[in-house]
């Protein structure tokens, strides 16, 4: 009988920027756009051993009806500029950052991985994300000219073009010119930044579609996932007894798409989105976490959530009242910059039938349909469950999203990446200098 070897966990961390996860009401809770925070949580992260420190791009303030959303109104930095910073900072720590392959150009975006490749000593990832969103692409001299059904095969031809400019450079440092003619891009010349130290800066894809899946399988050294909770308005996900099996299949679905293009399982890490609440008692993790998820969803926010299901200015209603009894509005534009999560007439169906199963008020139907966090319990009960969703092949590793910034790694690091290294599934020191080592991945044209 063969014996399975222990599956070793990565992890990662996200940094806790404007989303609805961060509790700001926090008195811990400190700036969003201020070095030190990214700093401490990118220090945390490393002593910690995790792969990488991972940043969201905002390209465009988000509004709710005719206003700055109230979470984006302090700012949102460019991402590849603050991880330019933390690479002085940091000596293993991989530092990804979300760029937009709609609204920016190959030359140039490769030209600034290449070049945070060689600053880092080759820790550099790039999230590759897409927008159909005309709202965002007001910004641009583009606009939202293009399709949804053309932002994925655009991305894909991105990657490829950016590919060819990072292979334009021989291991031994010659330069050769490039060319490129596709649908998307005609470009042709030489390339500026000697070959990297990984190679190709490694390829991350966030997104549970169809489309997404695919794209990770044809491309992507990573996908962020949020283990198939696609349908589901932001914020929601799927109840927790649900997750290992809702993982699971979306491993395994993710991971059969590999062989058509030619590529092994172990050539793309699948590592969900999670957050985690510990406690020194099963009792007392759970009584954070219920406290937390209060303070996520306050009175106010709670009316944002409603008005971005129901389509409509509900700011007369009593968060502690029940849910409106008029009728949502379909395709309403009441919030822009936000993505959108499938049939918010069919999520308000849900919504009603919860709150009237359960006696919910608005606030109490919003806490109780949304966002759960995803492990809960005492460090020694959370690392078992992280081991077991990665033994049982739910996940490669997780990205950990904290809900302070930017102390809401600490924890983690201290009580709970001991227990998995005494466990034998995590690593005890890094083994290289490269994100790709972190990963296992391959170093191209090595």
Sequence with gaps: MTVRPRKEIHLAAHFPGVNNTTVWADPRSRSQIDFSSFEHLARTAERGLFDFFFLAEGLRLREHKGRIHDLDVVGRPESLTVLGALAGVTEHLGL???????????????????????????????????????FTGENFR????????????????????ARKLWDSWTPDGVSRPFAHRGRHFDIAGEFTVPRSPQGHPVVIQAGDSGEGREFAASTADV???????????????????????AGRAFYADVKRRLAKYGREPEDLKIMPGVTVVLGDTAAEAQERATEIRRQQVSPQNAIL?????????????????????????????????????????VIAE?????????????????????????????????????EEFVRRDAADGFILVPHLTPGGLDEFVDRVVPLLQERGVFRTEYRG??????????????
């Design 96 to 134: 990804a950052a979300t760029v937009n392959a709609t609204f920016n150009e190959p030359y140039e975006l490769a030209r600034r991985f290449a070049t945070l490749d060689h600053l880092s000593g080759g820790r550099a990832a790039w999230s590759v994300v897409t927008s159909s969103d005309a």
């Design 142 to 161: 583009r606009g939202g000219f293009l399709d949804r059904a053309d932002r994925y095969t655009r991305a894909a031809e991105f990657v490829e073009v």
């Design 223 to 245: 996908i962020f996932s949020g283990w198939g909770s696609g349908g589901c308005p932001p914020g929601w996900h799927r109840p927790r007894q649900g997750s290992l099996e």
């Design 305 to 345: 959530a409603l008005e971005q299901i129901w389509g409509v200015d509900l700011s007369a209603y009593d968060p502690d009242g029940p849910l409106p009894e008029i009728d949502p509005v379909a395709d309403s534009a009441i919030t822009q910059g936000r993505t959108r999560r499938g049939d918010t007439v």
């Design 350 to 386: 849900k919504w009603r039938a919860l709150s009237k199963e359960k006696g919910l008020s608005i606030r109490e139907t919003v806490i109780e349909a949304g966002a759960r966090q995803s492990f809960i319990g005492t460090p020694d009960a959370v690392a078992a469950e992280l």
């Design 433 to 446: 200098s490269t994100l790709r080592s972190h990963l296992g991945l391959d170093h191209p044209g090595a």
